[in-house]
């Protein structure tokens, strides 16, 4: 038996091919921070398992003028924020708190609910600076949705990063597995989340689990993906197809992200904050954020 699968796994070395191309529209959010958005949008609502992927900025802020998203409420789903430059600052009305640095990551799984701000630090807010970064939306299944919340937080020193043979690509791993070298995030559902650097020259060939479904977000230069080499260039999402492979190069300095997942092929009510299964249970979650069941955000002790 193990032969037999040992055999089927060697005949699919399918590489994934780019199968359709979305350039991310302007999105203003929060306070009126503009993000760089794939999706969702008019023409894609999601990408299963993924909600929505925002790219903040970059944008680079005078003094005083930086603004975040004050206190939401989330339920339903997970949010990753991965911050490339500058700090966002979290609280939570779970009690968590913290500051994701450049090159951290802030994975909070809603679950149930809970009511969040995310800002940038004081020190952004006064001397201003350059912000840059990423949220994911990530769903639950049906079955996660209204668990605990949960909350990890890890600085640079935490993500690993792995170099291709020739050294002309490079990986931070955020979670899943690259190169051999594993995330050190723990995450509810399989989910691949790689930050790609690479410079002229650079060919990437890297195994995503088959059942996973796979995107690329190029956010400087441009790459070509797969065997037919598809360009896609910066501001653009290439959804890939079925395989085993994820293969990519470029011809100048380019930045991707490369997320996957599970799809979960669940039916999605969504409406701001809340992602569930059905209206009743985004109505539901309307009434219980209304009515102070997803808590709320203590500050009484912080003076000053
Ligand atoms: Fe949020």
Redesign the pocket.
Known sequence: MEIVEQRLSEQREIVRESQRIVTAHHQTE?AGFVVRRPFPSASLSFVDPFLLLDEMGPIEYQPGQAVG?PD???RGFE?I?YVLDGEIEHEDSAGHRGVVGAGGVQW?T?GAGIV???MPSKQVQRDGGRVHGF?VWANLPAGLKMSQPRYQELGPANIPVATTDDGLASVRIIAGEALGVTASINTVTPIVYQDWTLRPGARVQVQVPADHQVVLYVFAGAIEVGASKVSVADGQLSILGDGDWVGFSADQPARVLLLGGVPLREPVARYG?FVMNTEAELQQAFADYRSGRLGEITREARIG
């Open positions: 929060g998203a939401h409420p989330h949010t924020t909070m809603a969040h701000s995310e949220q904050p």
